[in-house]
C-alpha cells in the first residue's frame, strides 16, 4: 500500500494533477496608508491543516527549520525580527545533553515583521516569500517558500519640511469634552544617525521635548512619559561633564490633558523637539495639531482634522428617502390625483387667482410642510432619549407591523380602508376655497389636506422612514421626512407650473392595479420585519433568524406567482397574463425566494450587510452558548449580556473589557456585527478582550445598560463601543457609531489592547 501511496504522489507531482497545501499564508499590514519613510508591521497569517505544524521563528534551526521572511524589492524592507504574536506549542523530547527543545505553531497563528516602507507615494505592493517546514507527529515534508502579497497607501512624509530628520504623529483616546481628561500617545521616527533630547533633558544643553498646549481651561494631568528609555551619553569637556538624554529610532511619548468647563475654539496642542546629530544641531523644531472637528469618540493616528459632516449611510437613507416620495405617486391613492390637481390649478388660473409660480410653490410647500412637520412634531415632542426609546419600544413595532398587514391586504383588495367623511370633506372644501378665494393659504390648506387623505397608500412610506429615522437618530428622521415630502411635492410643483404636461402622463388603467398589489406585498415583507422587533424584545423566539425568512420568501413567493397569473385577487376581473415584463420581474423574485429559503436553511449563508442589517441576528433563538454559558453571537464569539458579570469576568481573566451598547432594532449594529466584527483584522484582536453586549432596549438588564451609556459616556445612540480597563475601571478608549472601514476599528481595538498594556 505504501508503494501505491508513494506512485500517486511521485504521478501528482510529475503531471501537475493539484495536491492539498497542508499549510497557505496570507499578508496584510496593520494600517491601511503609511507615510514614506516609517515603519509598519507586517502580519502574516497561517492556515495549517489539522495535526501539521510549522516552527516558531525563535525555534533552533538544528532541530527544525523556523519560519522566515524574505521581502522582494527596493521599496519595503524589513526593519525588526520577525515574531509570533502568540505564544508557541513548547515540546521537550530526551534529557540532560540530549535534551531537544521544539517551538510549534499550529492552527491558524500570525506572524509580525516591522516593515519600513521606502516606495513612492501611492498604492504599492509588498511581495514576500515565506520560508517554512511543515511537520507531524510522524514526518517533516521538505522545506518550502509560499509567496504572499499586501497592499498598502503610500502617503506623503509626515516629516519636517525643512529639516526631515524627525516625523511625529498623534492619536487621541478620550472624549474631547468639557471636564473630561484625554490621552494624547506621540509617536516619533528619527532618522539613523540623528537623535532629539528626552523629557528631562538639561535645556541649558539641549532642548528637551516638550508638549504645548494652548486653550483656556485646559491643562496638562499627566506630564509626557515614555516606555522607552532615553540612551544617556556623557560628554567630558575640560573639567566639565556634559550628559545628554538621547532618543533614537521609533519611540512613542504619552501624555494626558484635561478640559475645564468647556473645550475652547481655539484649542491647540504642539510637541517641540531638537534634532541633533554627532556633528551638528539644527534649530528648534515644532508641530502643532489642530483640535479635532469630532470632539468625542476614537481618533485615528494623525489625523486631528475629523471626517466632519453627516456618515456615509445618513445620505443613503436619504436616497432611500427620495425614492420613496417618487415610488408613492406611481401608488393607487395618489396618481389619480393628479388630474384633479391639473383641474384644480387650471380653474384657478382661469378665476385670475394667484400666479403660476405662487401657484405652484404654495402646494408643494404645504405637501413638504404636512410631511417635515411629522419629523420635527416628533423631535422637538420626544427628545433624542425620547426618540431612542420609542424607535425601539416593542409596543410600537408591533403596531407598526399590524398597521402594514392591514394596509397590505387592503392593497391586495380583500377589503378597503377610505379616510374618515370629515377628511374627505375637509380637502373637498379646501379645494373650493382653493378656487374662489384669494391668496395662496387656501392653496396650502388643500396640499395639507391631501397629503392627509392619502394617507392609506403613503403610509407605508411614511412609517418605514418615521420609525427607522427614530431607530438611526434625530438627523435622519428630520432629513428623511423633509427630503420625502419634497420629492413627493416635486412633480406636482411642475405640473401645477405646465398643465398641459398631464396630457402625456399614461392614463391610471391596470398598470396602477400591479403598482397597488406590489405595494401591498412589500407592506406585508416590511411587516415581518416590525414584528421580528417586538418577538426579539419579548424575547418570545418566534420570528428567528429562519422563520422570517421562510415566511418572506413565502410572500414573495406568492408575489411571484401572481405576476405569472397563476390566480387573481378581488381587483382583478380575470386572471393576469404573464406578459414578458411581468415574467422578467417574477423571475427576479423567484430568485429572491430561493436566496430566503436558503438563508433560512443556512445560518451562514452569505448576504450583503445592509440586508442582514433588516433581518433578525442570526444567532437568536439557536441556544447557541460556550462552556460558561455564555451566548456565542456576533463574529462567533462568547458575549456576555450582564456588565457586572462581564466586568467580574475581565478582572479575574486579567484583560480589558469591550462593551458594545447596542439595540434590538439598532440596524448599524446588526451592521457592524456582520461586516466588521468577523473581519480578519478585527475578529483577532476581538478574541484578546473579555466582550460585554449590553442590549439597552431588552429585559432583564435594559434600564441599567441605558444609564450606564448615559452617565458614563454622555452617549444616547447605538452603537457604542468602548475599551476598559478592569484593574482600576478607567475608560481607555471609545468609538461611536457605525463605520464601514475595518481598519479603523481594528485600530481602535489595537489602541484600547496597547493602552491596557502599557499600564
Known sequence: MSTLVLLATMFASQFGLPQ?????????????????????????????QDGWHIYDPLQNPEFGIPVSITIKGGSFEAAGDLKSSQAAQRHVLGAGDMELVYLWQAGSPSFVVPVRVNAEEGEKTLVAEVTYQICNDQQCLPVKTSRVLAKINVKPGLKD?????????????????????????????????????GTDQDAELGVPLQLIVEGAGVEISQALSSATEPIPHLERVGNMKLQYLFMEGAFKYSAKIMFGDEVPNDFSFAMTWQTCNDSVCLPQETKVFEKPSRVTGYISSGDFSGEGGL????????FAA???????????????MIPVTISYFTKRAESGKGTPLGNATAYASGIVFTFAGIGVGAALALGPGGANMIGSNPWVNLAIGLLFTVLGISLLGFFEIQPPKFLADFASKKQADGVTKSGYLPVMLMAIAFSITAFTCTVGFVGAIFVLGLQMGLPYLIGGMFVYGLSF??????????????????????????????????????????????????????LTWPVALSISGIITLAWALYMLGFYKLPYDFEKPKATPSRGLFAGLLLILVVSMFQGAADRDHQYPGAVLAFLPPKDYGLNHVDENGHKIGAADLSWIEDYTEAFAMAKESETPLFIDFTGVTCVNCRRMEYEIFPHADVRPLLE??????LWVDKPPH???????QIERFSQIAQPFYAIIDPRDDETLITFPGYDPDPVKFSNFLQAGLDAYNKK
Request: proline share 4%; charged share 15%; hydrophobic share 50%.
Open 311 to 318: 456618515p456615509t449611510d445618513f445620505w443613503k437613507f436619504i
Open 20 to 48: 492539498v497545501e497542508k499549510a497557505t499564508f496570507t499578508a496584510h499590514f496593520a494600517s491601511d496608508s503609511v507615510a514614506v519613510g516609517s515603519v509598519v508591521d507586517l502580519v502574516i497569517t497561517a492556515d495549517i
Open 702 to 708: 435594559g434600564a441599567f445598560n441605558t444609564k450606564l
Open 489 to 542: 411635492a416635486l412633480p406636482f410643483f411642475f405640473l401645477a407650473l405646465f398643465p398641459s404636461r398631464i396630457q402625456s402622463m399614461p392614463n391610471a388603467g391596470g398598470w396602477m392595479n400591479t403598482v397597488k398589489i406590489c405595494a401591498g406585498f412589500i407592506e406585508l415583507v416590511a411587516a415581518v420585519k416590525f414584528f421580528s422587533n417586538s418577538d426579539l424584545f419579548w424575547d418570545w423566539q418566534i
Open 322 to 336: 427620495i425614492a420613496a416620495g417618487f415610488a408613492t405617486l406611481l401608488t393607487p391613492c395618489v396618481f389619480p
Open 161 to 197: 519640511l525643512l529639516h526631515g530628520q524627525v516625523s511625529v504623529s498623534a492619536e487621541a483616546s478620550g472624549e474631547f469634552a468639557p471636564n473630561s481628561e484625554v490621552e494624547l500617545v506621540f509617536s516619533f521616527e528619527v532618522e539613523d544617525g540623528w537623535h532629539i533630547y
Open 688 to 693: 484578546q478582550f473579555t466582550r460585554g453586549e
